[in-house]
């Protein structure tokens, strides 16, 4: 019996894509390679912008320092998801999608697994990048709850965006293509956004991009949660862009994964 033949319900598609999620984990765990980019990304990225930059745009590395971290936490958070769109190529590769059909589980379950078990890489690339901050002198300046809706956000934000990634992956041939099809997305959010400078300093055009970017608005929220400040309205439109983000890209990318797999 296929899922074609099966009436599979909303709560069925959940569990299937949370039992699948666990599918995820247990990759990572047997294959720890795989989280490098997400453990040595932040501190490269730390290292480098802070001591060549920190000096320059801020008079001090300490107090660029406190003005990145959160940025950092953002951009980290949209480069983590890249790694969802190939692993799911890379799957369906080596036939592990004609396995999947074969099973009464919802068609969405698959995705929905892969996008859920991307979690544990969003959390592991926060908790180094902010441990490492703490070590260099970061310190986050309001109470711990507000650090948590802020990891939430950025976390709610990254799932969001990683179902652009998964849209690309089902389009493109090869595992390799996707990161490279995915930086042309990625880099104008992240690097066209207030993470490394303030959009005051910036020409009209550019700020006029920057200021509704949707990484700007995570940015700032994030700031105003750790370090002190108004954050409300920024996190209200950082969650209607990520929410938007799903709507449009998840039935993409459900579409795309059926023209695929068949």
Known sequence: MTTATLHIGPNQAIRHGLALAGRSVIKIRKNPESLLDVTLQPIMFLLLF?????????????????????????????????GTGMALNADIGKGVFDRFRSMPIA????????????????????????????ILGFRVQTEPVRFLIAAGLMILFGLCLCWVSVWVGMLVKTPQAVPGTLLVFIFPLTFGSNVFVDS???PGWLRAWVDINPVTHLTEAGRGLLLGGD????????FVWALGIAAVFFPLALRAYRGRVG
Do not use: C
């Open 50 to 82: 802070v001591y060549m930059f920190g000096g320059a745009l801020k008079g001090s590395t300490s107090e660029y320092l406190q003005f990145l971290v959160p940025g950092l936490m953002v951009q980290n958070i949209a480069f983590a998801s890249l």
């Open 107 to 134: 068609r969405s379950a698959p995705l929905v697994g892969a996008v859920l078990g991307d979690i544990v890489r969003f959390v592991i690339t926060l908790v180094v990048l902010v441990g490492f901050a703490m």
């Open 200 to 202: 005051s300093t910036m």
């Open 231 to 238: 954050w409300t309205a920024h996190a209200g439109w950082a």
